[in-house]
Every structure is written in C-alpha cells, then in structure tokens.
C-alpha cells in the first residue's frame, strides 16, 4: 500500500468525517475548512474517534488546517463540499495546485423540488455538462475523478461497518484512476468500477438524487448501489 | 393477481422477448410490430419458448400485431422500443389510446460517444427534461411510468434465471405506479422502488448508459442494479 496524503476540503462534515476516519488507517489526513481553527479542532474529535476505532494499528493521523493549506500539500484532494461551497472552495484553492495532484469530485450539482431531489447538471449551449467535467475544464492541468456520489456518508463514519457497494469512477487520467481506485478498495468491502472517461461522469453524479430519492419516497435510508450480474 | 393485457411495442427486439416470457405465465401479451405479420411470426415463436418453460402452468397466451391494434387493445402497453423509433412508434398509436390505459417508458435518449455511451436528455430553454416526462406532456391523459431501464435483457429472456436486482420506477399516478410495481414483482425476484414522481425521471433514464458504459469498461456484463442498505 503506498501511503498518500489526502486533503478533504470543507471536511468537517459528514463526508469528510466518513472518509478520514476510514483512510485514517494508513495515509495521512488533512482535514480543510474554510477557518483552519475549526478543521484544527474537527481533526482532532475525528483523531480521538480514529484512536478509539484503531488504537495502535493506526498508520496515519489527522490534521486540520484552511482549504487552501490542506490543497496546496496533499497528493490527493477530495471534494468534500456541498454544491454550493464548490465554486468559491475551488477559487480559494486554484493558484495553490499542481499538475501532479488529484482532485476528486463527488460533488454533485442539484436542487430540492416540491417533492424529492433533481439532479441539475450545468446547460451550455443546449449542451449538458457534468459537474465534474466543469472542474476539469476550470482546473486545466490538474487530472479530476469523480467518484464517491453514493456512498452513505454515516455508515462511512463507522470504520466497523462493512459496505457492501459498488464505486463508479470516472476519469481520463489512468494513473489518477488507479490512485482513486486503490483508495476505494481500501476501504472495506468497496468495489471501483470504472465507467468510462469523465465525459460520462454525468451517469454518476445523478446517482446522488436517486439515492436521495429512494430515502424519501422508499424510506431505504443511508443505502448506495451495486452493479449485480 | 390480477389479469392484465400487456401490449409490447417493438416487442420483436430482445427487451420484448423477455417481458414476453416472464408475464405470459399470468397475463396475456400483444406483440406490436410496425408489420402486423412480423409481429405474428415473432409472438409465435415466444409462444413456443414460453410452453417450453411453463408447460401447462401458463396462464396466458401471446398474440402479435401491428403496434396500434395492440395499443387499443392492451391495459398497459409497454415501449420495448429503441428511442430511435419512440418517436414515431408514439405517433403511430396516439390516436387509439385511452386514459384508463398505462404507458411505461423504459425508453432512454442516448448517443455513442467517442468511448461510451452518453444520456442525451431533451433541453428546452435551459431545462432539462428526461424522455418520460416529455412523453407525458405529449399524451396529456395517459398515465406514464418510467421503468424497466437497466433490466438485462438477455437474463429476462431466461425465466429460469433469477434476478436479483432492483427496479426504480417514477410516475404521478399512484394507481398506475401500483399496477406497474406488481408487474414487476411478479418477475422472481426483482423488487419495484419507488423513486418519485415522473419529474424525477431523469436520474433513472440514466443508468442505461451508465450500464452500458459498466459493461464496456469494466466487463461487468448484462448487470443490473440494486440499492444495498
């Protein structure tokens, strides 16, 4: 296992929490806010709880410091915001990356309507684009993977939990794939399933609302999805 | 269970023949063809596979016609129809459909994309509509539900199989979403999830390319979905 440095912008919530304290075990956490002094004081609740789950076995620790700081030192970015932090998260980061980084979206672009979730990706000249492939253009050099949009951020918050599920990944950069990928299996028991460059990531950010939906309407709450042969 | 005549437009493609297979065990099936004798060759055919399977347990028969005459015919009528066609498949029957009658629409807009295969959902004036929704517009009184979208085909087509996936479906019409949920339980084992009304489409239509696309780049063939808890 090769030991990465992963920030978690705007990782003081649900997500951010679920994804430390699983990656917590072998790499190293950096955890984003928009004021350093509350990540500092998030890590540390998540590095007490990660102690309590791994106590010695625990490779990694956790840190908490502002976005851009967390950014601008990890290997790894992931996007832990809602949709409406991302655009003003990735200005406050922007200048501090590079090309040698990865940045992962499961953010996903989408509105509450009278009854459930839509998913309400952007309309460019009657042209729809993913969430994701809008960073990509925005970022340029630095290589965007979209994963993560249906995973239950508070089953992910129990590292004693197994999670039976399936992670469609997106991406073109194929080193950065694997990266995600290996990051993926780590925690137990997620499969990755690669679904194609991130032209396609439109199909998996519209797995969120779905979700979502199936919460409300079918009262399946906290599930994710899985492809079965 | 209660008897229903089920109409299967374009039901001579592969999705055709497995409903044809599955519901002939309890209910009457009309395969609609653009040729009525088409449609009459190929209802003969499913009609021998199906006393194959099913022997004297089968309740129902299969019967093939022009696509129309099984519009009128039929409680719910089903468009097993590529979306090329949907268009003039839905011209076709318009004039004979009634308001006690079901459409389900497992019909997707999508395109082959250099690599994969992409949703193309209708954009009208910066909205985004999937084809469900516009299809009710179009037929104003006729109740439309949207399922059946990422149902292998082939395993369908093989009553033996057991498949153990999940069906989303969204629809206004409680009654009709009611009747549809039934069909599909009674396909051992798929379990009908209900995601919402048809505004909420959209993130169903979707998960036939992003099938397509788990079978293209990560071989994972003929799968369907399920949400896991």
Redesign the interface.
């Known amino acids: 296992m090769v030991e990465v440095k992963i920030a978690l912008l705007g990782g003081t919530g649900d997500m951010g929490e679920g994804l430390a304290l699983r990656w917590v075990k072998n790499h190293e956490i950096l955890v984003g806010s928009r004021e350093a002094s509350k990540g500092m004081r998030v890590a540390a609740e998540y590095l007490t709880k990660a102690k309590g789950f791994y106590g010695d076995s625990m490779k990694g620790t956790i840190r908490g410091m502002a976005n851009p700081d967390a950014a601008a030192e990890a290997d790894v970015i992931v996007l832990t915001i809602p949709y409406e932090y991302a655009a003003s998260t990735i200005i406050s980061i922007k200048d501090r990356l590079q090309s040698s980084q990865i940045i992962v979206s499961p953010v996903v672009p989408m509105v509450k309507?009278?009854?459930?979730?839509?998913?309400?990706?952007m309309?460019e000249d009657?042209?729809?684009m993913s969430y994701a492939e809008a960073l990509a253009r925005e970022l340029k050099d630095v290589p965007v993977i979209a994963a993560f949009h249906a995973i239950s951020a508070k089953k992910l918050a129990n590292p004693s939990l197994v999670l039976?599920?399936d992670v469609?990944i997106a991406g073109d950069d194929e080193k950065a794939v694997e990266v995600v990928a290996n990051l993926t299996r780590e925690i137990h028991n997620l499969r990755p399933?690669?679904?194609?460059?991130l032209?396609?990531a439109?199909?998996?950010e519209?797995?969120t609302?779905?979700?979502i939906?199936?919460a409300?309407?079918?009262k399946?709450?906290?599930?994710?999805?899985?492809?079965?042969?």
């Open positions: 309507v009278n009854r459930g979730m839509m998913y309400m990706p309309v009657g042209k729809i039976n599920y469609p399933i690669y679904v194609g460059p032209k396609l439109l199909m998996i519209s797995l609302p779905l979700i939906n199936v409300i309407f079918s399946i709450k906290d599930a994710s999805i899985a492809f079965v042969e």
